[in-house]
């Protein structure tokens, strides 16, 4: 009783005296693996530091509040080549006084990332992978998710389509794994919100080039073929997350349907045109740091860089088990520009978070949508739940 | 002829007279671009003045010239004449002013700039800046304390209080609240602060002299999910006794015993209720609606919302002028 006491004097006086006690410093890494990611519109070419300068920027908003608290914090980013190995690159991290680290790996890496900083009292905070797995059967207990999963992107898009009365779908899937991952989000969401699928079709990458000399002459007569023998349907939905054919369909397709899924109207999690809710302050704080729009992938690595600083602000920085009890406990609200607080799902650190939709324009709407309820919170009607979950935290390795 | 003259001379002053009596509310419209003027005796709009981008934070001059209106996407502050009801002048607020205050004197006005992380100073009368203090990030509440030491000013998403003196300029102490605080309110005796976070759900009740938290009003409304309840504008009686609290999305209004923090009353206002005033002698209390485009009139002797009125495009700020 008396310690609790004392700590919590201590801690007053930490937080309003502004004294020139001994600064503390929280350095975070960053693992990555970039290489360019293949897009159809130039647009959707991600930059050189997609993810990074989100996680710059919320370490200039954790300097900030960060000169009232004698806390600075720092980050390094590592880029992996394919042929690195994850676990090295965890033993660096550690060498250079690391305890905290963003990463934006596929899935196998990051897992191989987080198993070798298991034992040596890692944190990590996934940035990237969207992969359900990472939080159900492969989940760890030191990985947090600021990213969704394909399930609440899907569930977030299902919910829309169903409140606009678009339940008959036409759903096209790409040939890769993880477009056919997607698809399975997509057939989830169609079962849980009460959507029919009228039919599948797969559009098969043959390899070809996205952008070539003579142009998208065969691809106007090609889609309209593609989707001519298709059964009558309100909304077209793509699955095609390696960005192979999406982008070609609105506007093409046989019978004149809005397209949605993975071009039209798109889930996601940020956008550079979001400005709801306070949004247009973080938006353009980072136009002007960095000259470009602000992505989904710089909002996971923002809000991660974020959580490090509300836990710090709160005196909980100091190591990685007393951070995940603080982020578990009601102290903990993230304010993001969603319109409410997010906060972590305790049984797999995923956090929870409206889904935008957007159209590549504007933000068309934002789930959950009304009517879809829960009885602990709204935003788990998106996602994998708790009791429907896989993911056993103290069993993990993590 | 010149009884005539004479005559209407007479009624010319009694017409000027009149409504030198009247208490006008001026309602900022956020989407409108406009400020809605409401005839209190009437409960009518009377006037729309066009104003500039993103009209906010919106308050009468000490000296009761002018109506202040933050137009932050227009970097600028608009003063309103309260005589004519119309846009005379511009203050230099600095980039995306939202709230602001004057100092007791009436001569200086200290502005949030959400964009610079800084709070600038205002000499109203020469319409010059005078300087800036920097806090942290995303400045949005705005106070000074009854005895004219202290401003506060709240930052949003470095989550603090800022105590500043005003004499010094200086920080002199930074309190921890929850997530995303956006309005302060001292009790009339200077004995509390009250600070208001819209994600974190709560209001912090911090000991101005000690610089500590030391309770914090929380809220539960029954059927309503706790992430509704968003708290933003503060209202506190000028006897210290009752507090009024605006939950946003959560449509309504606490009223809090301010001896105890205990809410008392829910009132059930528009849609998105933002701020508040009063009218003279605390009669009334009026409540920006956002989402439902309205004023709420809320009787404060009997805690009854007893009217509303369609105002422009999401009302956000709302002062009383008597004229």
Redesign the interface.
Known sequence: MIRTLLAAAAFCVLVSEVAAAQTTEIKIGYLRQGGARAAISLLDIPAPDDGVAGAKLAIDDNNTTGKFLNQHFALEATDLKDEDDPAAAVGTLVERGMSLALVDLPAAALLKAADAGHARGLLFFNVGAIDDRLREEDCRANVVHTAPTRSMLADGLAQYLVWKQWRKWLLVVGSHDADKLFADALRRAAKRFGATIVQEKVFEDTGGARRTDSGLTQIQSQIPLFTQSAPDHDVLVAADESQVFAEYLPYRTWLPRPVAGSAGLVPTSWDGAHDQWGAIQLQNRFVQLFHRRMTARDMHAWMAVRMIGEAATHQHAGDPKQMLDFFDSPDFALAAFKGQKLTLRDWNLQLRQPILLSDGRVIVSVSPQPGFLHQFSELDTLGVDRPETKCRLDASKG | MWWRAAFLGTAMAIGLAHPAAAVMAYVSNERGNTVSVIDTDKWQVVKTIKVGQRPRGIALTKDGKYVLVAVGDDDTIQMIDTKTNEVVDTLPSGP?PELFIEDPSGKLLYVAN??D?TVTIIDIDKRTQLGAVQV???PEGMEVSPDGKILINT??????A?FIDLASRK??????V???PRFAAFKPDGSELWVSS????TVSVIDPV???VKQKITFAIPGL?A??I?PVGINITHDGKTGFVALG?ANRIAVVDAATHDVIKYLLVGQRVWHMAFTPGEKYLLSTNGVSNDVSIIDVAALKVIKTIQVGELPWGVTIARH
């Open positions: 995306d959400e964009n992380n942290g990030v995303e930052s949003e998403t470095t989550n603090m800022h920080i002199v102490a930074n309190v921890l929850d997530s995303r819209e994600i974190g759900g000690q610089h500590v999910r992430e509704a968003q999305p």
